[in-house]
């Protein structure tokens, strides 16, 4: 469990943490994968999201699985990118939040991902936490604290039990 003064120093920051849906680079999984990569080599990510008409999320597009199927492909030559789908290469989404509120999970989540899709209680894209914006709010937190609260270390605690 998060300490709670620490929740309350990584919300602090009256701006949200969450980068909305509007402004978040995707594609379809009718886009071709030639489109796709464009998009990524123009956004400079490593995935974007994968949603449909209606913005589902349905899963993520990386320039790996591009490659991955590229190299599937005889004769791989960029120019077949036009010939598959994203959905050819799509990958499933692992984890995902519907609150932006539950820190200790997207925390859990930062370990292994770049970002954490939010989605509302329809499954319909609202936008991403990035691991970029969790340490900004660390970044605050490190160099904060003590403006907030005074810090002083407990006792070392003997192994008998004695301080």
């Known amino acids: 469990m998060i300490d709670p003064a620490v929740e309350q120093l990584l919300r602090n920051d009256p701006k949200s943490y969450v980068i909305p849906a509007a402004v978040v680079a995707n594609v379809t999984a009718t886009n ?59 990958l499933p989404v692992t984890h995902w939040v519907d609150d ?33 914006e969790i340490l900004k709010r660390v970044n605050y937190l490190a160099h904060n604290l003590d403006d907030h609260y005074v810090v002083t270390p407990r006792e070392k605690v003997i192994e008998n039990g004695d301080h």
Do not use: C, W
């Not at 990510?45 to 790996?64: E, N």
């Open 100 to 132: 932006p509120a539950k820190l200790e999970t997207i925390l859990s989540y930062m370990v292994d991902e770049p970002f954490i899709p939010l989605l509302n209680q329809d499954n319909v894209f609202q936008g991403i936490i990035t691991r970029r």
């Open 32 to 90: 071709t994968l030639e489109h796709a990569f464009m998009v990524l080599s123009k956004v400079g990510y490593s995935r974007i999201p994968v949603l449909d008409p209606d913005d589902h999320l349905q899963g993520m597009i990386s320039l790996a699985a591009i490659t991955d199927k590229l190299l599937h492909v005889p004769g791989a030559a960029v120019e077949q990118l036009s010939q598959y789908t994203v959905a050819d290469a799509m």
